[in-house]
């Protein structure tokens, strides 16, 4: 009765490891459209409304999900209270959402790169410098949705065939 408790309690385990491994590949497609949502929003705002940049962050994460929310209003707080340059505001927001995304690390990388950029000239240049961001963003995202489609059902499988080779070895 015992060795079927721990065998369930192994296999259980290993296949939720495998899903939350998949549930990542799953995640970083549709947080990177969020990302570009908001970049789309924030050149609305500085193109057409010419906001000021700590209230175009704060619309944009009034319209973003989480935990691209989190990026950007980090961000608005630390350049609101003047604190903060746009580089170093942008790059606390990431620090604020990298541990509860599924972004990785070239994903945040593109965006630091933007929060080097945003806010140092004129509105056509960050225009511009918003257009790269959304293009490279947009590549990520295609890569994304490639890995998904590869990845995700192989993890879930990967995860349960783990646990049941476990259980058969140990048991």
Known sequence: MLKAVGAGIVLVSCTGIGFRIARNFRERPRQLRAVLHALRVLQAEVEYSATPLPFALRKVADRSQAPVQTLFERAAEALHDNERSVAEAIDEGIR???????????DFEVLREFGKTLGQSDRQHQTQQIEVAISRLSGLEREARDSQQRHERLWQYVGVLMGLMLVVLLY
């Open 96 to 106: 604020a959402c990298e541990a509860q995304s599924s972004l990785r690390t070239q």
